[in-house]
């Protein structure tokens, strides 16, 4: 069988949830309840976020992903057209409702996040065999944990037989079987989940035990840290952090994975992808939402060239 192949850069194995947000002073006790200062109902999904920033870096973005018939999933395919993002390879789910995160945000910007996948969760391989012709077209396919690892093992094994870069942001930390690991390019934990993947307590040796395992590259995401590049055989790549008054931390996570898939995709060299991804990341807490401050690569260059020297 052929696929006519089509003019997408980055292809997201994607979930959608709407984000349902309550702003509080500090977290929750067993058994405590207490009145929210502020809520919010926005835009959210791991992959979705990452597709949107990345779609803001400049490349063309394509999804596989599966929706809710209710106004949730609509709200995912009227907010996709408007970011010029290819939803022509995600599926309605008939009488099935969308993904919804809970969310508290605290007043020191951090939070807690309780999801339930709702119609992603039944996103298959074959709904991404559907869309080989769209990820043989593409430089990188990007994945998360929120969507059933049996797509993204299809998308990746796909990806693979066409070179085709693949990326996996393992968040929500979950066990990876052993036939995924060789299947991934670059993997973009943060520290918890890097150490919690690799059941041990040290960075640089977590990252090693999974480059181990096959993966190429690992990048993890330090916070106000910056970032750090792991290689087998080849020196640690640090990326210093960008200090910014956090107003909200939800999405920075996927707005580094995402400008950093249309960085690679851009063919941009490791240093200047994950300078501009970490400033993405950066920018994108100065507002609350997972993508209300996502910034655009005109965005993040301009502030790149007034904030760092030269």
């Known amino acids: 069988m052929s696929f006519e192949k089509s003019e997408v850069d980055v292809v997201c194995v994607a979930s959608w949830n709407v984000d349902l947000i309550a702003h509080i002073s500090d977290p929750l006790r067993r058994g405590e309840t207490k009145l929210a200062d502020a809520f919010e109902s926005l835009p959210g999904g791991k992959g979705s976020n990452a597709a949107i920033a990345a779609s803001r870096m400049g490349v063309k973005v ?3 992903a599966r929706v809710g018939s209710d106004d949730f999933g609509q709200m995912g395919l009227d907010l996709w057209k408007s970011e010029g993002i290819d939803s ?4 309605r789910a008939e009488s099935e409702v969308n993904g919804t995160a809970l969310i508290l945000v605290y007043a020191d910007g951090d939070n807690s996040i309780a999801v339930y996948p709702g119609a992603g969760a ?9 869309a080989q012709g769209m990820l043989s077209g593409a430089k ?11 797509a993204t093992q299809a998308a990746f094994q796909l990806a693979r037989k066409v070179g085709v870069q693949t990326l996996l942001n393992p968040a929500p930390a979950i066990e990876i079987p052993d036939e995924l690991w060789p299947l991934i390019d670059i ?3 943060n520290e918890e989940e890097l150490l919690k993947l690799a059941h041990h307590n040290d960075v640089e040796k977590s990252a090693e035990i999974l480059l181990k395992r096959g993966v190429g590259a690992v990048v993890v995401t330090l916070g106000k840290k910056g970032c750090a590049l792991y290689r087998l055989h080849e020196p640690v790549m640090r990326v210093a952090g960008n200090v910014l008054i956090v107003k909200d ?6 707005t580094f994975t995402g400008a950093l898939a249309a960085n690679l995709a851009l063919n941009l060299a490791w240093s200047d992808a994950l300078t501009v991804a ?5 920018l994108s807490t ?16 301009t502030w790149l060239r007034l904030h760092q020297s030269p």
């Open 62 to 64: 394509g999804l596989i």
């Open 88 to 91: 022509a390879h995600v599926v």
């Open 122 to 130: 039944g996103l298959t391989a074959s709904h991404v065999e559907a």
């Open 140 to 150: 990188v396919v990007m994945a998360s944990c929120e969507v059933p690892l049996q």
């Open 187 to 189: 993997l973009t934990p």
């Open 249 to 254: 931390t939800i999405g920075a996570g996927d």
């Open 278 to 282: 970490n400033a993405a990341a950066a």
């Open 286 to 301: 100065q507002a609350h939402g997972a993508v209300s401050a996502m910034p655009t690569r005109t965005k993040v260059l």
